[in-house]
């Protein structure tokens, strides 16, 4: 069966500092990644999806950066964190060619 | 912009009264369809999906969502709300010409009352 992993599960990063999070799936080949911000009362809102290994469609013009080096490996980063960009990341899959996603455990990340 | 609107945000209800949660979305084309989930503590998973034929489709844990395309809706219900479906659900829609692109409702927090 297939799995998702996210790491951390929590993080706490000065201003200013670097982020990387990271985002592996198991048990699948060629899946469509996701990269998604949560915010309480305001749903998800699609950050980057990759279709392919370094194919990266971002949806939102913002501090952050997505990378897909390896065909089951998403990373989401940033080289300077703003206050703003705390919050809660979630990372998703979806098999190649469909639309159903399935959701990893995300990332709390507070910037201070 | 495409969008999709949850008309409640917070819904409360005592077991075994009957659910049912809104969803509009504005997109007019062909579009697919979907309700996820969030128990407490739990990943968000899929709950249910729309893509063609029965516009009323079943999905897990006895829910069931209607699709009215005149009316681009994608209601979700379910006849008996246990205190098991407390949780979070959000509507969801994958506009044929986006891509892989799925806009997300801003979810329904429901508390069901033992």
């Known amino acids: 069966s297939q799995t998702i992993h996210q790491w951390p599960a929590t993080l706490v990063q000065p201003v200013g500092s670097p982020l990387s999070l990271e985002c592996t799936v198991e048990?699948?080949?060629?899946?469509?990644l996701y990269w998604y911000r949560q915010a309480a009362g305001r749903g998800l809102q699609l950050l980057f999806y990759?279709?392919?290994?370094?194919?990266i469609s971002s949806e939102v013009p913002q501090n952050l950066s997505a990378s897909r080096p390896q065909d089951r490996q998403f990373i989401l980063s940033s080289k300077k964190l703003l206050l703003s960009d705390s919050g809660f990341y979630l990372c998703?899959?979806?098999?190649?060619?469909?639309?159903?996603?399935?959701f990893g455990p995300g990332t709390r990340l507070t910037v201070t | 912009a495409q969008s999709v609107s949850q008309h409640n945000h917070h819904v409360i209800l005592s077991e075994a009264a009957s659910l049912e949660l809104g969803c509009n979305y504005s997109?007019?084309?062909?579009?697919?369809l979907f309700w996820y989930v969030q128990y407490p503590g739990q990943h968000l998973q899929l709950l249910l999906k729309y893509f063609s034929g029965d516009p009323l489709v079943k999905g897990i844990k006895g829910f069931e969502a209607e699709f009215i395309k005149s009316k681009f809706s994608f209601n979700l219900r379910k006849p008996s709300v246990q205190w098991s479906d407390t949780a979070e659900y959000f509507c969801a829609v994958n506009p044929y010409t986006g891509g892989f692109k799925t806009i997300f409702g801003a979810g329904t927090r429901l508390f069901v009352k033992a």
């Open positions: 998703a899959w979806s098999p190649s060619g469909a639309y159903e996603q399935y």
């Open positions: 997109y007019g084309g062909t579009v697919n």
């Open positions: 048990g699948t080949s060629n899946p469509n």
């Open positions: 990759s279709v392919g290994i370094g194919q």
